[in-house]
């Protein structure tokens, strides 16, 4: 179990976090930049020194700044980080930075199934073929294979990977997302993941966490994340692009007090065309613009004087009037923070 | 016109790569096989070239154990005061070697504590081995401390912060990562305070004008029977003192085209 609880300060504001991951689980940290995410990764894996913190790792105390204080260096801590900046050593082989780990706990006593370890993880990678290169010679996504390969081979404890993704194509970063899934379910090892696009987070994890101005400000299981934001902050940073006041019919009555000043938050891949009242709430607008997105169309309407994006399967001619049901919006208050389901279910 | 001025440089470039090596021809030329014969034959013709050999090895070693410690942390501004420990650098630079003697004198001189203090142990650093070794380091230290510490710098200190995570401390990587990829500028600043310890001068005749070195031997056949019987010992001292650097040009070169690939 890794248990981390920490407070850093940083130039424009302190991260605060408190998190547990248990062997074999993995949490992606969702943000977006400059929301500490980074730093966090760093403190766990020693590089950044905290203002108060109690860190373990299993049974070992990795940072504690109360008494008794511990501070192990990073070489002690037995934690993998792999980076955005693959950090491939540049006067090494590939078969050398692989075993780069290896050689330091072993003291280079790499035996036979060592070595049958690096190529099955060199197989796996599909850089098997580039042992002898040089880093120098790799392509980007070669880099980060090696640099990943590198960092499953190394004996660590728990792995964060930060934004290891960054600048490969989509069918690589399903492949490597797929073999650090089973690495970390083989060895039983916890696994953070800071990552700057939601899907990549959501493939990866069994808890999402969402991290603003080095505040956690939600954590949960991904789907309950994106589909119950717990603030408007929350919504915003997960995809919603509108919030659109609760219509008035919808807030009369006894809940009428209550839902004053409530908007529904709009998700473009959460509307269906046309009405349908008990699927959630029904908007009718004018279509401002219609362009191609992959195999959907991004639909922009104009409803009551905002701007609300639908990616649906069929194109609309712009100007004309079109009638959306935004399905099961969460709700947030005037304060940003999510309705209760209480009183959603009065609306 | 593109033509006639690419022309242009390669001719004045020429001018200028003949002047440099001007000297290196100018000895080539006057050198007779008779002249190195009767100066190499004499008994005791090739002391002071062990002398020589003998200090430069030492002074090396001496700048390898402090040296190098010193332009790592001035590398990675470890050191408080950084400019303050840069300036005390560049002063031995710039100080000429001449008046580094005669600072020296009035420093480690016999008369001054240092100079007492070593007499204990029946050590002097006026005219003997010590005081050669003493004026090579001050004549080589900077130009090997300023060489190690661009070296150093030229590493990323995030590639030293990755062997940390991969489980090295900091001497294992030191070793494995700073030392390898600083290797090629490392081995540049040893062969430049070699050949400047080699060819010391300045500071060598004020403190150490025995035993003779190479340098010295060229500058009294010079004084006492003239430039013909000087010419041989320079020589000598060309084919001593430029080997290493010449080796380490050429392994630098293959090393970093080694981690092109």
């Known amino acids: 179990m890794l248990e981390v609880d920490v407070e850093v300060d940083r130039p424009r504001f302190t991260v605060r976090a408190c998190l547990q991951i248990a062997p074999g689980q993995r949490l992606a940290l969702f943000g977006p930049s400059g929301a500490g995410k980074t730093t966090l990764l760093e403190v766990i894996a020693g590089l950044v020194r905290p203002r108060r913190a109690r860190i373990t790792l299993g049974e070992v105390v990795l940072t504690s700044t109360e008494s008794p204080v511990v501070a192990l260096p990073p070489w002690q801590r037995r934690i993998g980080l792999l980076r955005q900046d693959p950090g491939l050593f540049p006067h090494l082989s590939v078969r050398d930075n692989l075993r780069y780990a290896r050689s330091t706990a072993t003291a280079g006593g790499a035996g036979g199934e060592a070595r049958a370890e690096l190529v099955s993880m060199a197989l796996a990678l599909g850089i098997d073929e580039l042992l002898g290169s040089m880093p120098a010679k790799l392509s980007g996504g070669q880099a980060h294979r090696v640099a990943l390969g590198r960092l499953l081979l190394s004996r660590c404890d728990a792995l964060l990977l930060d934004e290891p993704y960054t600048g490969l194509d989509l069918s690589l970063r399903r492949t490597l997302t797929d073999l650090v899934i089973s690495q970390v379910e083989r060895r039983g090892v916890p696994a953070m993941l800071v990552a700057h696009e939601l899907a990549e987070a959501q493939a990866f994890a069994h808890r999402l966490a969402v991290l603003d101005q080095g505040g956690v400000l939600q954590i949960g299981a991904p789907d309950e994340v994106v589909r119950r934001p717990a603030s408007r902050r929350v919504a915003e940073l997960v995809g919603y692009t509108a919030f659109v006041p609760v219509p008035i019919s919808a807030a009369t009555g006894s809940a009428g007090t209550e839902l004053a000043g409530t908007v529904a938050g709009i998700h473009p891949d959460r509307i269906v065309a046309w009405r349908h009242d008990d699927k959630g709430l029904v908007l009718s607008g004018v279509v401002a613009a219609c362009r191609p997105a992959g195999v959907l169309w991004e639909i922009r309407l104009r409803v009551a004087g905002m701007a609300v994006t639908a990616r649906l399967p069929d194109p609309a001619p712009v100007g004309a009037e079109m009638v959306i049901t935004v399905t099961d919006p969460p709700y947030f208050g005037p304060d940003g923070a999510a309705v209760s389901e209480h009183a959603q279910a009065r609306r | ?261």
């Open chain 2, 1 to 261: 016109m593109r033509h006639v001025s690419g022309s242009l440089g390669l001719a004045g470039a020429l001018v200028i790569w003949l002047a440099l090596l001007g000297p290196v021809f100018a000895l080539a030329t006057h050198l007779s096989w008779s002249a190195i014969k009767s100066s190499l034959s004499a008994p005791g013709a090739f002391d002071p070239l062990v002398v020589s050999a003998e200090s430069g090895a030492v002074t090396l070693g001496v700048l390898l154990l402090i040296g190098t410690p010193l332009a790592w942390a001035l590398a990675r501004g470890t050191l408080p005061f950084p400019r303050i420990w840069e300036i005390g650098v560049l002063a031995t630079l710039l100080l000429p070697p001449l008046v580094i003697g005669l600072l020296l004198i009035f420093m480690i001189g016999p008369y001054t504590a240092i100079g007492q203090w070593l007499s204990h142990f029946n050590l002097s650093t006026t005219n003997t081995f010590l005081a050669l070794v003493v004026a090579q380091v001050y004549e080589a230290a900077p130009y090997y401390v300023l060489g190690a510490q661009a070296a150093f710098a030229s590493v990323d200190p995030r590639l030293e912060q990755q062997a940390a995570l991969l489980g090295d401390g900091p001497l294992r990587a030191f070793r494995r990562v700073t030392v390898p990829l600083a290797a090629p500028g490392l081995a540049m600043a040893l062969a430049v305070a070699w050949a400047r310890a080699m060819g010391a001068f300045g500071a060598v005749v004020i403190i150490a004008y025995h035993p003779t070195g190479l340098p010295l031997q060229i500058w009294t056949s010079l004084n006492e029977t003239g430039l013909p019987s000087a010419l041989p010992f320079a020589l000598v001292l060309l084919v001593v003192a430029l080997p290493l650097p010449i080796a380490a040009y050429v392994w630098s070169a293959r090393a970093r085209g080694r981690r092109r690939g």
